[in-house]
């Protein structure tokens, strides 16, 4: 084999060759993977099929399509996402996606995270999957904050429930940080912040109520504000926001 396999080197300073694909920032790990089965990468100068081939970035030279591996630089930015837009690159059904919002980027870049079709707000977009696992990983307890507009007039017990933690389906919730913003017509607008990352997690809880979202919109996540941010567009991340969202001293 070309590769690191059979070094002898110890384990912890190898990693396979569709991780490596993947932590240089040049597409996602399904991509590599994809990349690497279709012959379009040689370590040492053979070429590889196969991801899960050990390779040591100290000794192993790696090409992609003839040229040399090189690590991309890195990009993070917010994101405003839109209403009815998908968050995939495409979608089976042929809806929207918001990378036909995003325009030409210098570098792949992947979502931290998501948003359903009918959720707007703040999203992250990069290609460092390092700080990607960071963010999303629930051992960081990143709150993400809502603000969300829920059918009826939701009571003080409602929302203590909420504050306690409420049964869904897949086990119940880490208790939520929620706040009444007032009354819209006979609805009820709500601030609601959660550090899970679980599917359509904030709709789920109000079901749970007996209400139902309305409108719903990610407003932070840990200490970046969505702030002013027009509705698609897009911004770097300043170094001491990507620190502070990664819980790096600043």
């Known amino acids: 084999m070309p590769s690191a396999r059979n070094s002898g080197r110890p384990q912890e300073q190898r990693k396979t060759l569709d991780r490596v694909l993947s932590r240089a920032g040049l597409m996602s790990r399904s991509q590599a993977q994809a990349a690497i089965a279709a012959g379009r990468v040689r370590v ?9 081939t050990w390779v040591d970035l100290r000794s192993d030279r790696i090409d992609v399509d003839e040229t040399p591996l090189t690590e991309a630089a890195r990009l993070y930015f917010a994101f405003h996402k839109p209403v ?12 929207a996606s918001v990378y036909e919002l995003l325009g030409e ?16 707000g703040l999203l992250l977009f990069t290609n460092d999957s390092d700080w990607a696992e960071r963010v999303t ?4 307890k990143l709150f993400k904050r809502y603000e969300c507009l829920a059918a009826g007039e939701l009571d003080d017990a409602q929302l203590a429930r909420l504050r306690a933690g409420v049964e869904l389906d897949d086990g119940p919730t880490a ?9 819209s017509g006979p609805n009820t607008r709500v601030e609601v912040a959660i550090c899970e990352g679980r599917n359509r997690q904030v709709r789920r809880m109000f079901e749970a109520l007996g209400s139902r979202v309305l409108e719903l919109t990610r407003v932070a996540i840990g200490p ?13 991340l300043k170094p001491f926001e ?3 969202l990664a819980g790096e001293p600043q």
Do not use: C
């Open 137 to 140: 990983n629930p051992r960081s």
């Open 44 to 52: 040492n100068g053979l070429r590889v099929r196969d991801p899960q």
């Open 175 to 183: 208790p939520a940080r929620v706040r009444r913003l007032g009354a």
């Open 84 to 95: 009815g837009y998908v968050t995939t690159r495409s979608d089976e059904r042929g809806r």
């Open 242 to 244: 990507i620190r502070a």
């Open 105 to 120: 980027l210098e570098q792949w870049v992947a979502p931290v995270g998501r948003l359903d079709l009918d959720t707007s």
């Open 224 to 236: 970046l504000e969505l702030g002013s941010l027009a509705s698609g567009a897009q911004r770097k």
